[in-house]
């Protein structure tokens, strides 16, 4: 009885209460079945994906169950990127050479987002039923003249390298047009666990080591493919 009514209790009571009540409560809120009761409602056109690839059940896992993290953080179809408006970078080398054989001086900014500490569980993850879509923009007033570049790489639990896509070089001058990409990972290969994001700034106006850099706005996108 107890925990078919913990079904009818929102994702946050479940975590944020009921959980810390007793080591029963506990362990009944780690339970699949709560999840499994509360899935099909909660995520209604997503069930018949879901059902067909859950994850398996972790009993030294110390969080709550994979499931239940799954419902707190709905991390499909929302902006996964930690930091969309990033400022700040760490100076780094690159070999590119100007017109008098200088080594230009770059700023290097990446972030990796870890998929499954948002909530997606590998099985999902390998379903192929999933789609990944990344963006990048940068309006023409947000910045100085500089040359930028992009790289995007979808890697595995190790981060070996799997997926990866990087547009042209961008020269970004005060009065260009807006810089926009976007990109559909779809096709996944089996393994996929992170998401890095990797932004190479020249900045011909001031010296971004001493001043931090600005990366474009960027999101980070987890889908249900469209069959």
């Avoid at 339970?31 to 069930?47: D, F, G, I, N």
């Avoid at 200088?102 to 590998?122: A, F, I, N, S, T």
């Avoid at 390998?126 to 100085?144: F, P």
């Avoid at 790289?151 to 595995?156: A, P, R, S």
Wanted: one cysteine or more.
């Amino acid at each position: 009885m107890l925990l078919k009514v913990l079904t009818y209790l929102p994702t946050s009571v479940l975590l944020g209460q009921c959980r810390h009540v007793c080591r029963y409560w506990r362990y009944l809120v780690d339970t699949r079945a709560v999840w499994l009761s509360v899935l099909p409602y909660s995520h209604a056109k997503l069930w018949p994906v879901f059902r067909s690839c859950l994850p398996r059940d972790d009993d030294d896992d110390p969080r709550p169950c994979l499931l239940g993290r799954f419902c707190e953080r709905r991390p499909l179809g929302r902006n996964l990127y930690p930091n969309p408006h990033g400022i700040g970078g760490e100076p780094t080398k690159r070999g590119l050479k100007g017109a008098h054989g200088m080594v230009w001086r770059w700023c290097y900014k990446k972030q990796v987002l870890d998929l499954e500490e948002e909530g997606l569980w590998p099985e999902l993850l390998d379903s192929g039923k999933i789609e990944i879509c990344v963006s990048a923009r940068w309006a023409d007033q947000e910045a100085s003249v500089c040359l930028y570049e992009l790289i995007i790489q979808l890697l595995d639990a190790k981060q070996a390298k799997l997926h990866h896509f990087s547009p042209r070089l961008i020269h970004q001058g005060t009065t260009s047009i807006p810089f926009k990409t976007d990109h559909l990972f779809c096709n996944l290969k089996r393994g996929v666990r992170f998401v890095s994001l990797e932004h190479w700034i020249w900045d011909m106006g001031f010296l971004p080591e001493d001043y931090g850099i600005i990366v474009p706005k960027a999101s980070v996108i987890v889908q249900v493919r469209q069959l």
